[in-house]
């Protein structure tokens, strides 16, 4: 079973940050497959594909290691 669940992202703005971030989640237990959606004036999305549920906990480490935020409302 895939779990997907998206999340929003601020301050991804290019490809670069978006490989960032992307490489940052996939390295995160159980992940499977990460997509990005890139909206470079607004609020971009990360939609992670995974073998069960991850804790929402490690995706936002994730993001902060990678220098991003997970968006407050997540
Ligand atoms: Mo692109 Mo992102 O040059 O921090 S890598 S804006």
Do not use: F, W
């Not at 594909?49 to 906990?57: F, R, Y």
Request: aromatic share 2%; glycine share 12%; proline share 4%.
């Amino acid at each position: 079973v895939t779990t997907i669940r998206e999340y929003l992202v601020d301050g991804m703005t290019c490809g670069g940050c978006a490989s960032s971030v992307s490489r940052a989640i996939g390295r995160v237990d159980g992940v499977r497959d990460v997509q990005v959606s890139l909206v470079p004036r607004g609020t971009s999305t990360v939609t992670v594909h995974s073998t069960g549920p991850v804790p929402a906990e490690a995706v936002r480490s994730a993001v902060a290691e990678a220098g991003y935020k997970l968006a407050g409302n997540n």
